[in-house]
């Protein structure tokens, strides 16, 4: 067991082999991976769906780049257009795309090698999919900081955050989100003044994985302008030049500082108890910040969120 744990935190910038690390260790459920496939065979059937439609009902296995931008915003309602464009850049690199008019081979990109490697692309579906409920779990805490700054957290007030993170989720999915926080099976058993410690609620929130319903408040806009915000998502492809790194199917070096954790999973090098609470978390300090012996970065939207991975208890 020791030596397959260790494979696994050597070799955890593989998005698949860092999933199962979080999952064998407690930090995620195991239906993470399943909803992962979900989505990578949702989009599988959305491209021959658009591939259909382009041709007029028969479809040829190909799809002009120009389309893609609407087939991803289609699958994956809640995501940010930046990290859609981030979905775009690796459809191009994968693709060669240089121009709106070419032809995008997707049955290429659900393919794998005889390693068990995907594309590009189906790796940057998968890391957000990892990353996603990290990053909910993020903004709940920060949220949640400036109403308790480090002292024990009320179930209204981790209602009111979730409420703040996500406005559209339904109140009985922020209730059971809630009561998974504080170490109940059903929110009936929940009362709403009851406290528990900021870092225990995060780390029991984390294991339920929360997605959002709605997308990120600056995302947002009229149905009038859904036009405009469509128009935002990469519809030329991207110039830029490859890294060794993406060539490689890794995650890149990070362009920002990464976040410090206000608190540590069990077992993970740093400050802990008091001293960890008394510090509250800004853009440069976070609890859900993942320390690990080696820092990968990770593409969480457009902008490079360095996720130093929570070292194994």
Same mark, same amino acid.
């Given at each position: ?6 494979? @696994? ?10 999933? @199962? ?22 989009? %599988? ?15 040829? +296995? &190909?799809?002009?780049?120009? !389309?893609?931008?609407?087939?991803? %915003? ?13 979905? #775009? ?24 090698? %005889?390693? +068990?490697? &995907? ?9 957000? !999919? ?20 480090? =002292? ?22 922020? +209730? ?12 009936? =058993? #929940?009362? @709403?003044?009851?406290?528990? *410690? ?10 339920? *994985? ?10 947002? !806009? ?32 990070? =362009? ?40 990968? =970065?990770?593409?969480? !939207? ?12």
């Amino acid at each position: 067991a020791y030596n397959v744990f260790d494979g @696994l935190k050597r070799f955890r910038h593989e998005t698949e082999l860092d999933l @199962l690390l979080e999952v064998l260790s407690g930090n995620l459920p195991e239906e993470l991976h399943a909803a992962q496939m979900k989505a990578v065979e949702t989009l %599988r059937k959305a491209f021959a769906e658009a591939d259909a439609k382009e041709h007029s009902g028969a479809a040829e +296995g &190909t799809l002009k780049r120009k !389309g893609v931008p609407a087939v991803l %915003r289609k699958v994956f309602p809640t995501k940010s257009d930046a990290q859609l464009n981030a979905l #775009l850049q690796a459809l191009d690199r994968d693709q060669l795309c240089l121009s709106p008019e070419a032809l995008v081979r997707y049955a290429d990109l659900f393919k794998e090698d %005889r390693d +068990g490697n &995907t594309s590009t692309f189906i790796q940057r579906v998968r890391e957000q !999919g990892l990353l996603e409920p990290r990053d909910f779990v993020i903004q709940c805490e920060l949220e949640l900081w400036s109403s308790c700054a480090g =002292s024990p957290v009320s179930a209204e007030q981790a209602m009111a955050a979730i409420s703040v993170v996500d406005p559209k989720k339904p109140k009985t999915e922020v +209730g059971a989100l809630v009561a998974a926080g504080f170490g109940h099976e059903a929110q009936s =058993s #929940l009362a @709403l003044e009851e406290t528990v *410690a900021l870092r225990t609620f995060c780390k029991r929130l984390l294991r339920k *994985a929360p997605m959002r319903t709605g997308r990120p408040a600056k995302d947002n !806009g009229t149905k009038s302008g859904r036009r405009k915000r469509i128009s935002k998502l990469s519809v030329v492809p991207s110039q830029a030049p490859l890294s060794p790194a993406t060539c490689k199917g890794e995650r890149e070096t990070p =362009s920002t500082p990464s976040w410090e954790p206000s608190f540590q999973h069990d077992g993970a090098r740093g400050e802990s108890g008091a001293g960890a609470a008394s510090r509250a978390p800004s853009m440069s300090s976070c609890s859900l910040s993942f320390d690990a012996p080696r820092s990968a =970065s990770t593409r969480l !939207g457009g902008n490079v969120t360095t996720a130093r991975i929570p070292k194994l208890a």
